[in-house]
């Protein structure tokens, strides 16, 4: 889901630019924000015990991740990291939560967007 770069900084993000390779997230972290990649690509990636790569997704411009486990207080279950110099959207889980609360459109939106991604 893309929520207007406007809209998200008015409600208080901030970009933050990553290197390649950068860790945004790392497995175990808890949820505290909202990420939308403003430009770069990035992979949402784990690894099992014997240290072998398992890539879940790769993210693109205006992609959104990690929105769902804001909702359910769950630890990430998979790293993020900066596949080519990326500038990401951040916004405070409590100030998402503040955004969508006061936009009952964008709300419905969220819920939509959670609901395709679940299946």
């Not at 929520?3 to 208080?12: E, F, P």
């Not at 993000?13 to 860790?23: C, F, G, S």
Request: charged share 20%; proline share 2%; hydrophobic share 40%.
């Amino acid at each position: 889901m893309v929520i207007h770069q406007q809209i998200l900084k008015s409600a208080g993000a901030i970009i933050k630019k990553y290197q390649p390779k950068e860790k945004i997230f790392t497995k175990g972290d808890s949820a505290q924000y909202y990420f939308q990649i403003v430009s770069g690509s990035v992979k949402m990636n784990n690894y099992d015990e014997s240290g072998r790569e398992y890539i879940q997704n790769f993210l693109k411009d205006g992609e959104c991740f990690g929105e769902s486990l804001l909702f359910i207080d769950h630890k990430y279950s998979m790293n993020a990291i900066a596949i080519t110099f990326c500038e990401v959207l951040i916004l405070k889980k409590t100030l998402f939560f503040n955004l969508i609360q006061q936009n009952p459109k964008l709300c419905f939106e969220m819920n939509k967007w959670l609901s395709k991604t679940a299946f």
